[in-house]
Each structure stands twice: as structure tokens, then as C-alpha cells.
């Protein structure tokens, strides 16, 4: 029985070009895996970032599988997408503990693990999971937030708490905090303090910041965790806590492609938040940075 | 020293015609007293109930204080606006325990509660603040969705299952559910065997059966619970779970008309969802029957 | 090897509660097959409906399995989800070829085909593949337009004169059409005199113009076409050509149940756009009349 | 010379079919002259009727020449688009006395002026204009809110109060006001006492409404004065001051053709907001009015 | 009696932080006094600015008190949100007494007064009211268009007008325009001969005209008004009269910063139409800016 | 008979200020024809440049008649607006016959067509139109997409396939490719073999490329076709093909400039996607490239 005039994998939203990435989705050994992390519990401005992973994909398929900056494509990278996670609303520790689960399991295989997130709190889950087979782990922070504070109303789980908690959890100096332009008087004091602390500066450009970090972290596994929020809500509206002032859609791609050389063992892209968002612009450019992460980092 | 052309009080979004009710406001012991619940934790589909009390004050600017229907003003009604509760995000059990206290201060006092939701799971904290006050109470909800599940993916507490909760802490047959059109198999089985279950005929009319449930209720002590999905989608797209099917704006409204000889001890008004709404036509509308709601049982 | 947090099938949004489906989905051979067919060509007004099958199986996830009318769940209902069809921009005979494939293989096989639309054209294409092995067929259209213009703007092939196709293929007195309000005069002067014509009365009902049909049709195997425009642009505003003045969710509904003793052997639902949908208003309610039409015609 | 590929007149939005139009745009002196008033000063809530007309326009192009309820076509009602009037932001009384002139001379003309806004003010304009050929005229007004007050935070042309100074205009008795709503306690009081006021009935239609409205006037001269806002929010969200609880456009619809005998002599709609509007739905509504009321009162 | 639960002065939506700014609030001759003049009569495009005082404090909620920037803190400028004034709907000059009134008011009790718009035209009724306490002002204006125009449409007060109002008034040398890309070849050339006029130079920054401006100016006490349009379209959505080409958020704040040295005696910002803005960027960004003038000039 | 008060030609949406243009229009033979092609066939994921010339009509009123960068207006541009041609939705090959007819006829008569898009295949027809009376012609393209394909799912004609075609046409090396930032490997070896290729520079600027262009073209005739998609989205997200990293409108005019000393024998603007913009800023900014495109390349 053939029914050719039917594709049957088209409903299945995986990340750009279907076709072909079902064929790569045949072996869940691949050398790459991206999973969706839907958490969107402790968000307090605009909910919303559940919808993130899933509206990633489905923009996706606007976007070709070849980068004309990195001279690659898609077809160079086998990886498998894993699909969403199944995190029960309201339910952060054990979400957490899912999320960890899931990048631990992708690590001991030895796959890189890509996180589309969901609010930015999965990182603490991620960077768990990964920290249970790399030691001395290096974390670089895209951000336009801190999130550094202690407590947040209170509450040590937040999305507004999470690189603080992160910090902790990697020890003193190894996070990299890059394009941060808003946080309190304490977090920037803190960040100041126990970081390695690149706010945006009002002259320079988030490509020179990453060469910085770059250079600091050598060869040290690095996990990289990118909140959408570090570009303009000009061109990313799409997100919780827009902050104005940040920096462009090229901006940022250049400053990805400065880590290029880096040993990097895990990405998330976090706070896409697609009921904000304006003519899908900022699911596009996730989209985007995701391609670009998986053949920057996801080709060796 | 005067500055005439200022109205300093403007900027207090209180319930329509802000200039009298800030004057009512300064007795916090009137009649009525309004207030928000911004609860939006455990919704499984669209969140942003968070913003429903906020956004129902500010439109309810564009409404006048008069009801032609009832024909009575708001200016009869003495009530109190206190402003939204301090609800931290991803913490249900605490944010109920605050809605149960402040209904339960309201009660004390002899105050009629009229909460302004946020998500469905805030009438269970509601209930159990009047329950404390009132004994032998009777629950009618107006909804599209029956709520009546044990749990939802594990969790006891979920808008999914608050009903369920309500019914087990009021009591057998002290339910009416009024306009259900959506539920699972079992949650229809547990209706029809436990509550006064009321499903919307597809021939009949809310208005009959509101004047069912008042004929059962009597003269005894009754919470009103109105989920704003019960109202069609056309007209309340502004909403968490949208379920096609439902009745008109004028079809509730002649509902709550048929309920206003009842002895009604607490309302609220719940899953008013702005960030999906269309032109603020859920928010207004929400604000009309809050309205209509304080001019029928308020004015005692 | 386990994952247990990760649900590899979560990214398929086949049509609701998608873990049953998939395992459903397993057998390509079940009773009911559901298949989109995004054919968006002809469209003379405003284009979109090329989304409409992914974004109704998308919202399709917020409904309930169970029908409390039918008292029939889809669990009741062995169905298979097969996906899209692969039609190419601006090719319209060889995608009507493509979707009369499909249909004619799915009938063929004794199954009941169920197409999402796209635009109204594919019924075309639809009716073809049905009428390769069901002589004798009768159509019943619900529709806010005719659609039986001779050729528009010199083309035979359109959105605008596909029923005049239809009624030319399956001859004299086999056309349906129910609800209409809108066409040109000769448009309603070839409906009067070619085709069973059920003009929207000004003070009657969808579900008795539905009866008179059910009466006529008798036991001849029927296929149904449902343009989503036959609802009032209120509750129906994202589609290609609104037409003020139509009827409710509700009356529609009933109206399909009125049908529920004929011998249907393939329905369509056509016109969903959801680029002018607004807060998936009319996504979700397409969802619904699927499910419905799924428990209701899909069950023997 | 010859650009046959070129449709010069395309760029004319003129109502419905345009071809047509142009043609008849050649007869200044037909018999129904359209004229758009843009006024949008006075509004207190949400602005933006000035684009009304406009838009009103440009989405007639989607609907059909023919009503199939009147079973007559636009062909049969020569008659002219004489385009937008051109009024200063922000003068009201200047702008009142263009559309006074702009209507005296068309009905000097013996045309029947219809008018499209533009905010509800326009009417006092209109009425001044019709007043000065038509001795004895009647107003029927169809309204979700009663326009009555005496002044709006000191002013005495506002759009809160126009049907006040339409009735000291017209004379005592000779205002209808169908389906009112909303309003002060004063505004129904002096409604009840002055005009000839018919509320919404809570069972009843605006079609019964419209025929003792009807019956009433008789063989007097009667100007139209439509608020799209009498429609249900849900129907007609882009307007002004959405007022929920209103009729459906087939209540209106009805209501418009029992008024059919009458001989109307002016006609307006007004209050149209295509910023709060949501698909053009509202937008579309006003057109299908339009051409019913053209084919209704324009084919003499 | 204590209700611990509820934040009565929740509902008031002052400048971001609320808690505190009540407190701070309940001295209304703090140094520095907000209040809003939600103006939007003579808007000839989209109108929709007097929405934007409430949306800015609405959304300044999302933002931090402390400038990394700046390195200081709200907490260090006290200042009193004095709500909006109270404007009635069509009456230019009322509304511009009232504007002078509450701005003469605060500068003659010491007050730095920090306006929040509203139409441009506001600035004239501003202006006027500094005027009465302080002589030899300057006034720096950020805008893509010139307002230099002599009448609109025969108005002399319009927002296209404004700032030839505001150059008679300061006399001669007085007004510095910076960024100004849009205008009539007459404005150009009347501010070219007659005003300073900085024109966005298509290599250069805004920050180099704002420091050649604060040169000029040197000790003169100046009035800051800025047109949110002075932003590039991308970034500021939301105004009445959008114009491409302009500069970033970012170039824009540096801008501001380069003032920080002047004697700030008025600021105002102006030409926020939430209905026009996407996703709240634009209210956003008045908001951050309104931060960073406050504490740039209020920390005296 | 006169009426003053209506501006009968407001109706016409031509370009900018329309009372002039109409006298203009007066002129078929004026030295610049501007005419929509309202093409919207093959788009392949956002559909909707069918409304592009009428949306970029209707916002082009908010612009001023000068431009301050050229210090020249539209007055001394003698220019006709043809208005839309008429294109059957879904005939290809008829509608690219249509639009070389009416820019064949055009260049004919010696005037410069500036064809208003539509999708980007529309630019085949009309490369076509000119090289029937000019010879040697050159093109120049701004394009964040290459458009190279061979063919795009077996269909040699597509907006994916649209510069290859033109490549044919025109002959090898006549085509100069600026701003590209997407495609397949296979479109970037055909364009760096083939045309001349100039991606957009991770550190450059699109006028450099102009300037490059502009010199290797010399004095030959050249076609100028923009793709508003090589403006980064966050600029102009109303488009079928969002591709994030673009280049701002600044950018883009200054590109503009530099090619003003070429001999530009016609001009397209395509791509505008009405459905999917934000607030307009697409369509405005495309006015305004197509007035400063008036300016710079009409006024000779």
C-alpha cells in the first residue's frame, strides 16, 4: 500500500528541514539532542514561556539549514530532538529534577545537550545534570539581567535567583555574566564581587565581551546559557522582562561566534515567551541562534 | 496650598468612577469589600489570569454606575476597594492560605467578599475563608469546564480539580454547577452522582437553571463562583481554556438576575485571562457583571 | 537505555490528548483517517489558510476527549493522524490531484476520511477521490456562500465556484447547501433551480434546515463540507471572507447532530485562517466540530 | 494609447465593487450620495473612529453585490461616493458645520445622504443638514447607550450628548431610541419622560422594538442614526465604549428591515473604531449595514 | 484590625517599586513630582497618547529602581507621583491652562516637574508654566520631526505647530532641536535660520548632538521635552506619527546622559500611544527613560 | 452647485499628500508611473503581499512631501499613480505577462515604473517589461535572501527562484546581489559564481556595498528590485520570509543614496506583507524608501 501524495512525518515540528531530522531523529544517540524545557512557574512579570520550545520549532521551517557566516549546514551535524519534557504546572523542584535528569542522561552518552527553554530557572536544572559527569565547569551568562538576587518575595527558586544559585553550585569565579544591564544595587555589587562581570558597555559591543570570556575560559568545559532578553525588545518582544537598551540581533550572533573555539558542553536558549511576541520575530531569531549554536558547537 | 488642575486620586484604577469610590475607600469596613487574587499558577493551557484583576478595574472606567435593569447605582452600594493580594509566584498553598485569611477578615467583619480572579483554584482559599464564618454553606458555580477531577498529572490542588475540593469541604449535594459543557467521562459520572449537576441544554437557557438552583438553595448561606469560560468564546476569548459552545453576555447576565433573592455570603469572578483577550471585550464584560453583581447583592 | 522525563512523542501535535493518538497512530489502517490538506491558492480576499490544519490539531490539546452531548469518547474511536499533504504553492490541479489520491486510497481502504482545510477548493479534490468508489453520493455543505459561480475571474477552478464543480460531478439534485446568506444573483438563482438550496432563515435554525437534509439525503452515502464561515465573523473571525449574520457554535452543533444517522463517508472543514484568527477562537472551535464529527461519524 | 493591464480606478475604494461605482461616481447627482465624516475629538475612551469610513470601504470589497433577503443588487440603487469630508483635528464646531453643508446639499439635491463616522457627534451635524429641506422629521436611533446628557464634564457637543441636543433640535416625542442599554439614572429618567425610548427588552427583539418604532412614525420623514455599539462587544468589538450584553448583527439586521416603509430621508452609522477592532469584524458589519440599508432605503 | 494578606496600595500603579513611592508619596513637595497629562486632541494620524501616562506606570512595574548606569538608586531621589490631570476631551486650551497651572504649581514650590504625555502640544502649556518662575530658558527638544509648522490645517495649536509656539515664547536662539529627520521644506528652513537645529546626521550619534547642545546651553536653566519618535519605529511602535530611520534606545540614553550636567528645571515626554504599541515596548522604554531623567536630574 | 465641505478625491489613497497627486494624476504621461502588483502566489510560508500597495498607500499620508536628507520634495517630481493591476489569484504565468504589459508600456512612453509588491516573483515580469525597449540592462538587488533556486519544489517560477530566472534574462554579470545573508550552499556557490555576490559583512555596511555596486555599473541602465526582507525584523517584521541579522533603515537609505547617480531605468519594492506587520512600521517604512526612491532616481 503506498499513499505517496501523503507525507505522514510533516505534523512532527522538529527543528528546521523536518524531513531530514526525522531520518537524524531515527537514532537518539546522535551526536547533538535538543529537548524542550516548557518551565514557566516562577516568572513574575508575563507568563508565557511554556509555549517557547514549541513555537522555536514551528518557525523554524522559514529558516534555511545553511549558514553562509559558518560555511556548514544542518546536514553536518547529525543531532535527534527529543522533544518537550512533560513538567507538571506549578511543580518546580520536580521539574528541576527532571530537567537535570534528562541533560545528565544526553551528557553520559555523550551528547551535547541543546535546552529550549522555558524560563530561565531550567538553567539550575540543566547545569545539575551536566555538572554529574564534567567537573570544573565554566558557565557564560547572555543576559539582560543579573539574576543574582538571594531570595525572590522570599523564594530561593526563581527565575530571578537562578545564576546566584548557579553561581553557588559551580563555585567562586566561574561564571561569566555577559551584557547584564539591569539587576539591584546588591546584585551588581555581588556580581562585581564573585563573578566575572561584563555589563554592556554604553560604547563597546557584546562580540568584544565574548573574546574576553573566551580568552578566560581556555579550555575548561563551558556550559552557555543565553536569555533572549540580552537583544533589544525591539527585535525580541517576545519575553518576559524586557528590558530596553540591549543590543542587536548581530550583535549577539557575533559574540556566539567568538566562543566558537570553546569547549562547550551544553547550551540553553531561555525566556522565549511567544504569547508576547510580535509576528513570531523573536521565535525566528531563537530559531536562528539555535542553528547557529548547533553548527558552531554541535560540529566535531 | 492647592493644586486645582491635579487630580491627585486619578491614578488609583478602583472600581469605575474612581473619584467617589476613593472617597468610599477610606472605610475599609463598608458593606462590600472588592479585592484581587492574582493567582495563575497551575494553568495547564494560556496563562495570565495574573493581569484579570488589574485590567478589569482599569476598564471598568468605560461603564457607567448605573444599572438600567435593576435600577440602582453604584452610589447605593457603599464598598470598599483593597487593592490586589501579595501572591508569590509558583506557591499555590501559600497563596491560598492569604486568599482564605482575607476573605475570612472580610467575613468577620460582616463584609460581603467579592474576589476578582486570577485562576479557578482561588475559590477553594475563598471558600474555606467563608466557611470559617459561615456554617452550612452552598456553592453555586457558573462554568464551562466541570473542575471536578481527583487530581491533575498528580497534583490535588489545580484549576482542574478545585471543584472536587470545594465539593469534599462543603459537603454532599451542596454543589450546583450550572452551564458544564466540558469535562472528562468521570468527571461527568462524579456530577451527576454528587452535585446538583446542570449541564447547558442545548435547547434551554442559563436563566432556568439559575432559578432551579435558587429554588434548591433557599434561604441558605451561598458562594457564588463564576468562571468567565462559561460565556462563549465569541464573547470571552479572554480566557485560559476557551470551550466552543457556550452562552451569551445577556444570557448570564438574566442568570445572575434569577440568583438575586439568595443569601449570598461571597463571589468571585474568575479566569479572566487579558493577555489572550481581544480588544478588552472579556475584561469589560467581566466588569459589567461585577457590577451587576454588587448592585444585586450587595445592597442590603 | 530510559528517559523517563523526556516525552519523545510530546512534539507531534497530532489531534488531541496526542500520547492515545500516537499509539493509535500505529495503525495507518484505523476505521477514521484524519488528514490536512493546506491548499491556499484561489483565495481572492485574505490568505491564510494554509495554517489552518497545523494550528487546529495545535489547539486541540486544550479540549477534552470526552463529549458530554454524545456521551462517546474519542477513545471510542479508532483514528489515525496522517499528517499533511504535500502540496506545492501555486500548483492547483496537481494539488487537487494529490488530495483526491489521498481521499480515494483512505475510502478505498474502507476507512472514513476526515480533511482539514485549506481552502474550500480541496472538496474538489475530495469528492473525486470519494466518488472513485462510492457511486451515488450525495453532499451536504454547510456554507455562508454558494460558492457555485460558473468560473471567477475567468477561472473554473476556485474557492468561489467549487460547488458548481461538485454539483456538476455528482449531477442533479445531489447538493446540499445549508445556511447560506451570501452570492451573487445568479449565484442564488442557479441554487434555487440546480441544487437543494436551504437559504439561512431569518428566524429559523441551522439544525431544522439540517433535519429537512438528513430527511431527503435518506440512506445515500453522503459526504459532508463544513465552511467554518457559516458562524458569525463574532465567533468565527479567522477566516478568508466573513460574512456577517451567522450562526452560533451552538446551533451549528446541533445541526450536525441532526445528521448523526446518516451514512457519511467523508467530511471535510475548510476556510480556518488562522492568521486572522484572534486568540484561536476559531481554531479551537474547528477543533471541537472535528471531535464531534469524529464521535459522531467516526464510531461504527 | 492602451495599458490594459492596468486598472486605473483600482486605487478608488469605493464601496462594494468598485468598477461599478466609478462609473456611477460619474453622477454626482444619483440618487443615494455615501459621504464619509471622520469626526473623532469628542470620544472620552478609546479613539480612533476617524478611521472608520475608510476601513468600512476597503473591507466592502469582500462582500457581494446582492442581498438575497431583499433580492435586489446595487446595480438597482444608482448612486455616488463623494469620499471623506476634510475636518480639522480638534475643531468641533467647524467640523459640525461642514456636515451640516455637506448633507443640506445633498438633500437639497433630493439625494438621500448616508453618512459614515466617525463619532456618534456627527449626527447633530447630519441633523441640522436635514433639517433645513425637511420640515416635521422623526429620528430613529439605534444605540447601546442613551447619548442624553445634558452636558460631559462641561461640555455641551460631546458624543455623550448629542441625542440631547438631536432632541431639542427635532422637538419633543419625535426621538426613538432603540435598544439602549447603558446611561445614568438621569439619562433614563429624561428618556422615559422625553423621547420615545425603548430599552433592550431582556426576552424580547430589537425587530419588535423596530416595528412599534415604526408603526409609530408613520409617513413622516425619518433620519437613521445607527451606533454600531447597540451589537454585542463580541460582535462589534471595534468601537468606542463597548457595552456588553447587546444583539446579535441578525437581531439588527431584522430590526433594519422592519423599518423598510418608512420614508427615510437621511441615514447615518457611526462610532466604527478600527484600532479596537479584530479582524475586521466590526469593519465588515458596518459595510453589510450599509449595502442592506442602501438596497432598503435607496431604491426608490 | 489587620488583614496581612492584602497590599491595600497595591492598586496603585505609581512609578515602579509602588511600596515605597506611596510612602514617598505622602509628600507632595518632594523634590522632584511626576504627573501625567494624558492630552490627545489635536493628533492628525493615530490617536491614542492620552492612554500613555497610565501604561508607562503600569509597565515601569517590570523594571529595576537602580541604574547600572548611573550606579544610584530611586530610593535617593524622593519624588511624588501626582496621578494625572484631569483633561476634558476636545478643549485644547482648557487642557494647556491646566498644563501651566499644575506645572507652574510645582516649580514654584522648588519641585522639579517630570510630565508624562500625552500629545506634544502639552509641551506649550508646560513651557508657559516654567516660564512664570523661571526667566532666560532654554528648551532641548528630542524628535524625528521638526513641529516647527506656522498652523496645521489652520490651527495654530497643534502638536505639528508646537515647538514654532514654544520658539516664540523663549525667544530668539532659545530652543535647541535635536535629531529633528522629518519636516516641510519650510520648517527646515525656518529652523535652520531660527532655532538650533541639530538634523540626525546620517554618520553621527545622537550622544555628539546632545553634548554640543549642553555646551551651548552651559548654566542656563533648560526644559527637556522628548518625542518618543525621536526612536527608530522598531523600537518605539507606539506613536502617533511613526517615522523610519531613527536611533536606538541605547543611542538615545547616552544622549540623555550627556546632559546630566545641565540645570534641568522640566522635562517632559511625549507621543506614547499604547493602542499603537506592540507588546509594550514602547511604554517600556518612556519608562526606562523616565528612570534615568529622574535620577540623571531629581538627584539635587 | 458646489460643495466645500467634501473633498470628493480624499477617497483616493495615491501616494502622500493626495490632493496634489490627483492634479498629477491628471498626467498618465508624467515622468515617473507608480502601479501596484498586488502579486501573492507562491509565497511558501507567510502569505499576504497581496495587500502591500494599497497599506503603503494608506500610511504613506503620515509622511512629509520633503525629504531633509535630498532637500528636495515630491512637488518637483511630476509622477503618476496607475494604481493596482488587476492579477487573478493563482495564475502565475498570466499575472507576470500583466505586469511586464503595464511596465513595458511604461518605459515605452519613457517613463520610470516603480512597480509597488507583491510578492518578489513579480520582478521576473517586470525585468521583463523593461528589456523590451532597453538593452544592456543591469539590477541590482537588496535581499536578505539570495532567490537563486533553480526551482523550489519542481516549480521554476517562485519568489525562491525569482533572481535566478532574472540572471537568465539579463546574461552573466549583470546582476548585483547586496545584503544577502541566506540561502542554500548551493545558491551561495551559484551567486559567488555567477552574479556579483556581495553577503552582507558581519562588520560592514550595505552603503559600502552600494558604493561597490554603484561603480561596477557605471553608466548602464539598471533595475533597481529591494526586498524590504534585507531590513532586520525587528524593523520590518511584516514580511513572508523573516531572516533575523538584517540591516537597519538607516542603513538601508544610505544604500539608497548611493546609487543616485545611476541611471536607474525602473524600480521595485517587494515583500511587504500587510498581514504580519506590527503597528505598520513595515508599510511606513517602505513609503518612505519609495518617496526617498522618488526623489533620488525620478527627478530628472
Given at each position: ?15 528546521i528541514?523536518?524531513?531530514q531530522?526525522?531520518a ?10 535538543l ?25 523554524s521551517d ?10 556548514r549546514?544542518?546536514?553536518d551535524v ?9 513538567l507538571?504546572?506549578g ?6 529534577s ?5 541533560v ?10 541543546v ?8 538553567t539550575?536544572?540543566?547545569?545539575r ?9 565554566a558557565?557564560i ?8 538576587r538571594d531570595d525572590?518575595?522570599g523564594?530561593?527558586?526563581s527565575?530571578?535567583?537562578?545564576m ?6 559551580i563555585?567562586?569565579g566561574?561564571l ?8 539591584t544595587a ?13 555589563p554592556?558597555?554604553l ?33 525580541a518582544?517576545?519575553?518576559?522582562t ?6 542587536t540581533?548581530g ?10 573555539e ?14 508576547q ?14 542553528r ?9
Amino acid at each position: 500500500m503506498t499513499r505517496p501524495a501523503i507525507r505522514e512525518e510533516a505534523a512532527v515540528p522538529a527543528f528546521i528541514r523536518r524531513e531530514q531530522f526525522l531520518a537524524a531523529g531515527d537514532d537518539p544517540n546522535a551526536q547533538v539532542v535538543l529537548m524542550g524545557a516548557p518551565l514557566d512557574v516562577t516568572t513574575s512579570f508575563r507568563p508565557g514561556t511554556r509555549f517557547g520550545p514549541a513555537r522555536i520549532r514551528a518557525v523554524s521551517d522559514g529558516l534555511e539549514e545553511f549558514s553562509p557566516v559558518l560555511d556548514r549546514e544542518l546536514a553536518d551535524v547529525p543531532f535527534y530532538d527529543a522533544g518537550d519534557m512533560d513538567l507538571a504546572p506549578g511543580r518546580v523542584r520536580e521539574s528541576l529534577s527532571a530537567i537535570e535528569e534528562a541533560v545528565a542522561a544526553a551528557v553520559g552518552r555523550g551528547q551535547l545537550p541543546v535546552v529550549l527553554g522555558g524560563e530561565h530557572l531550567l538553567t539550575l536544572g540543566a547545569v545539575r545534570g551536566v555538572l554529574r559527569h564534567v567537573p570544573d565547569l565554566a558557565v557564560i551568562q547572555f543576559d539582560a539581567h543579573a539574576d543574582l538576587r538571594d531570595d525572590y518575595l522570599g523564594e530561593k527558586l526563581s527565575h530571578a535567583t537562578v545564576m546566584r544559585r548557579v553561581a553557588e553550585l559551580i563555585g567562586p569565579g566561574r561564571l561569566y555574566q555577559l551584557g547584564i544591564r539591569s539587576g539591584t544595587a546588591d546584585e551588581f555589587r555581588f556580581g562585581s564581587a564573585q563573578t566575572n562581570f561584563y555589563p554592556l558597555p554604553l560604547g563597546g559591543t557584546m562580540a568584544e565581551l565574548a573574546e574576553r570570556a573566551a580568552a578566560a575560559v581556555g579550555s575548561r568545559p563551558v556550559y552557555i546559557t543565553l536569555d533572549i532578553d540580552v537583544v533589544d525588545p525591539g527585535f525580541a518582544p517576545g519575553t518576559g522582562t524586557p528590558e530596553p537598551g540591549g543590543v542587536t540581533p548581530g550583535q549577539l550572533l557575533q559574540a556566539v561566534y567568538a566562543l566558537s573555539e570553546l569547549n562547550v558542553v551544553g547550551i540553553d536558549l531561555v525566556e522565549v515567551c511567544p504569547p508576547q511576541d510580535v509576528s513570531d520575530v523573536t521565535s525566528v531569531l531563537a530559531a536562528k541562534i539555535v542553528r547557529e549554536a548547533l553548527l558552531c558547537f554541535g560540529a566535531r
